[in-house]
């Protein structure tokens, strides 16, 4: 990031920390991915909480950039077994915190398992958590009943700018592994699953460039909407993947199971928005296949009379390229901050919640003084 840019942005994350600082601010653990832009919204959280740990998600780590987070505040190793633990859980955020109350904000729904236990363990001083994306949401929305109160940005208009700018970067690395076999786009159906924020920019980029698309989601509302836009929707799941020369998956939630994977048409590329632990069962697929690294990223799944290539291991292909949505990011991460104000301030019952439509709009308006130039 060049020098004016960095100060433009911490001018901006000045003003609104200047709206949600909040009068006892209550300590923070942070999870979040470490890319490029990143350093300038941990040094906002640190204005607006007192950050005791950064908990980088393993596989978005740019090394430089961990380097400047360490300077703001340590950084731990995180994995989804660290919050399975009901008392290894406890353990880790007890000793963190020190009894101070404390905001956890998450990316995923990793404290979710632990939840129950996070409240009981630290005795009244855990505030609430701030999920930033809708496969987390989902996994507070699918508990019997939330211990403390949760603020949800994933589905907030401001996200939506995101969303869609993310989708045309998984667009963007897929097609760029793929030339890097001297493979395209063009010629090759290819199959979105999940036809939500994500997943409809992606069909949307992948129709303009020309490429014949199949949806293929749960919902069947959904699925009106893709076929309103002009995309194919798939009758049979398990025949579409059979056909189509790209998968991407974009469901937030299990795409493709074992046998899914062995349906798929020879010589096509699979690719994902999330981790492979989520979106793939990768230890489903029959132990006859081979693995081998052809090229930088891409994997070649092979057995007698079948191969797929994987990109990026089934982990979010947009990762390898930055993943960058440009300064629509700080959107959402202004909304983060006014999400510890709002757990800080108190009066929320355990649920989910969502920041007032009167601070989003105050966030907007910043940003446009900020960014729009």
């Known amino acids: 990031m060049e020098p004016c840019e960095r100060a433009r942005l911490d001018t901006y994350f000045t003003k609104i920390a200047e709206r949600f600082t909040p009068q006892d601010p209550p300590a923070s653990l942070l999870i979040t991915h470490l890319l490029a832009e990143r350093p300038g919204f941990v040094r906002a959280v640190a204005r607006v909480s007192d950050l005791r740990a950064v908990l980088p998600k393993p596989k978005s780590v740019i090394p430089a950039v961990r380097d400047q987070v360490e300077r703001i505040a340590p950084c731990d190793t995180l994995s989804r077994e660290m919050f399975t633990d009901p008392d290894a859980a406890s353990s880790y955020v007890g000793a963190r ?5 404390v905001v956890l904000l998450d990316v995923g729904g990793y404290f979710a398992p632990v939840l129950d236990s ?13 999920e930033d ?11 019997d009943k939330l211990a403390c109160p949760v603020v949800s940005v994933a589905r907030s208009p401001l996200k939506d700018p995101e969303d869609f700018l993310v989708g045309q970067s998984v667009v963007f690395s897929t097609e760029a592994l793929m030339r890097s076999r001297g493979d395209i786009l063009h010629g090759r159906g290819a199959l979105v699953i999940g036809f939500g924020k994500l997943g409809s920019s992606i069909a ?5 460039k020309g490429v014949h698309v199949t949806v293929h989601d749960i919902d069947p509302v959904r699925r009106t909407h893709a076929l309103s836009q002009g995309f194919a929707v798939a009758r049979h799941r398990a025949q579409a993947l059979t056909r189509a020369g790209l998968v ?16 798929l048409r020879n010589g096509a590329y699979v690719a994902t928005v999330t981790s492979s632990e989520d979106e793939l069962d990768l230890a489903g697929l029959p132990d006859i296949y081979e693995r081998s690294l052809i090229a930088d990223h891409i994997t070649r799944y092979e057995t007698t009379g079948h191969y797929f290539y994987l990109l990026n291991g089934g982990n979010a292909v947009n990762f390898l390229h930055g993943a960058s949505v440009g300064p629509f990011i700080f959107l959402v991460q202004a909304e983060i901050l006014a999400g510890i104000a709002m757990l800080a301030a108190g009066g ?8 007032s439509d009167t601070d989003r709009a105050a966030i907007a308006t910043t940003w446009l003084d900020h960014f729009n130039r």
Do not use: F, I
């Open 248 to 263: 991407l998956c974009a469901t937030g939630a299990l795409s493709l199971r074992g046998e899914d994977l062995a349906r």
């Open 97 to 101: 915190t020190a009894g101070a109350p």
């Open 133 to 143: 994306t809708e496969n987390g949401h989902r996994r507070y929305e699918q508990a």
């Open 204 to 208: 949307r980029l992948l129709q303009n």
């Open 118 to 130: 996070l409240s009981s363990s630290l005795a009244g001083a855990l505030l609430g958590v701030v």
């Open 348 to 355: 929320q019952p355990p649920g989910l919640h969502q920041v």
